[in-house]
């Protein structure tokens, strides 16, 4: 993953150098008379991963953390109907926890033309924000994930804002702690998680 990181760097750097008229070589040879901009170094070569390295929560793991969530104190800045829909909004759509983080009610259309929630995920200027790759498009949301989010809109009274809030109002960069933590209730709770791994995975 660090590897990764490392190539995008030099990827931004050489688009912010093109567009002010610098053209870099794309010749990946060294020679005496292009030295280059930095010292030449190896870098790490990345394996990419294949379908069966991914890792992934089981539907029991699910289950246990959303049970889990019924164990929060109402108190909580995020209580047990907040974690839930978060967990379910994440499972059910497939957005990335930016796009959540950053999700506004004025983003969904509760029944379309052919009678399906969507939900539009976009750029969000005011919050500095944008869709990676500007990859702006429609997500069909499933009719259990409109009957919660329809709840939750009427159980906070909300008519704009985010959808998953901070207690200031403003995207909720937390997510990934929120899952952790119910993690580590389900196991408090006796619940041992198929593979230790999916304990320590980054939530994507």
């Not at 093109?18 to 990345?46: A, C, F, M, Q, Y």
């Not at 974690?83 to 969904?108: C, F, K, N, S, Y």
């Not at 500007?134 to 939750?152: G, N, S, Y």
Request: aromatic share 8%.
């Amino acid at each position: 993953k660090g590897a990764y990181t490392d190539s995008k760097k030099f990827v931004i750097l050489g688009q912010f150098l093109i567009e002010h008229g610098i053209k870099i070589s794309k010749d990946k040879n060294r020679t005496l008379k292009d030295p280059g901009l930095l010292d030449w170094v190896e870098v790490p070569r990345v394996k990419k991963p294949r379908a069966i390295d991914v890792v992934y929560y089981t539907p029991a793991d699910v289950k246990a953390m959303l049970a889990a969530a019924n164990t929060v104190d109402e108190k909580s800045i995020y209580n047990s109907n907040d974690l839930q829909e978060l967990m379910l909004t994440l499972l059910w759509t497939g957005m990335r926890d930016e796009e959540v983080q950053h999700l506004e009610w004025a983003d969904i259309n509760w029944k379309n033309g052919d009678g399906k929630g969507k939900i539009t995920v976009q750029d969000k200027p005011k919050f500095d924000w944008r869709v990676k790759d500007h990859e702006k498009r429609i997500i069909t949301m499933p009719d259990k994930l409109r009957v919660r989010l329809l709840a939750r809109q009427r159980r906070l009274k909300a008519t704009s804002g985010l959808v998953f809030p901070s207690s200031v109002g403003a995207p909720n960069q937390n997510f990934a702690d929120h899952v952790t933590g119910l993690q580590q209730r389900a196991v408090k709770a006796g619940y041992t998680f198929s593979r230790p791994e999916a304990r320590a995975h980054v939530l994507h």
